[in-house]
């Protein structure tokens, strides 16, 4: 399903709203550990982690079953496991601009299986992972400490814009 997100406001003349086009994948084991989020809450979670940060914006969020995942996190990352996210940034030619981001993949079984065993409201996890993903698209890492600290900061400030707890604070028992 392919949702193309339009601008709701006009700017001031002269002044263009951003356009993206979000192509949101369902794989059929997708849905084999509960429901995966709508494309409409999705495209939410996506507009928020873009606001500011993107002009249009080309990407495809595809939801996985747990053997799509490891068989991807095996063949990009060389790790034989299931994973939450991977994001795979698309490279564009030199001197070449185009709105195309790339893709972001999401195992639904993992996400769920974390969001339970961390405390996590089910949704607020999969926005973290949404959001966490298409920041990897606009260039941001958690390799080097200095640049994690950066983009989970960022994570938190676009989640808290949502309505989401801080992901990264221990919950108190």
Do not use: F, M
């Given at each position: 399903m392919t949702?193309?997100?339009?601008?709701?406001?006009?700017?001031?003349?002269?002044?263009?709203?951003?356009?993206?086009?979000?192509?949101?994948q369902y794989a059929p084991d997708s849905?084999?550990?509960?429901?995966?989020?709508?494309?409409?809450?999705?495209e939410r979670w996506v507009k928020a982690a873009l606001h500011g940060r993107r002009g249009d914006a080309e990407l495809a969020i595809r939801i996985v079953g747990k053997e799509e995942i490891q068989q991807l996190n095996r063949?990009?990352?060389?790790?034989?496991?299931?994973?939450?996210v991977l994001s795979f940034p698309f490279d564009a030619p030199p001197g070449v601009e185009l709105p195309m981001l790339?893709?972001?993949?999401?195992?639904?079984?993992?996400?769920?299986?974390?969001?339970?065993?961390?405390?996590?409201?089910?949704?607020?996890?999969?926005?973290?992972m949404v959001i966490h993903g298409v920041l990897h698209l606009l260039g941001y890492d958690h390799i080097v400490d200095a640049e994690a600290q950066v983009m989970e900061a960022?994570?938190?400030?676009?989640?808290?814009?949502?309505?989401?707890?801080?992901?990264?604070?221990?919950?108190v028992n």
């Open positions: 949702i193309t997100i339009w601008p709701k406001r006009r700017r001031k003349k002269g002044q263009r709203s951003p356009v993206i086009e979000l192509d949101v849905e084999s550990d509960g429901e995966p989020p709508s494309p409409g809450l999705i063949t990009y990352r060389h790790k034989d496991a299931p994973t939450n790339g893709d972001i993949a999401i195992c639904a079984p993992v996400v769920r299986a974390e969001a339970l065993a961390q405390g996590k409201a089910i949704d607020a996890h999969w926005a973290h960022l994570e938190v400030e676009i989640l808290a814009g949502l309505g989401y707890a801080d992901p990264y604070a221990v919950a």
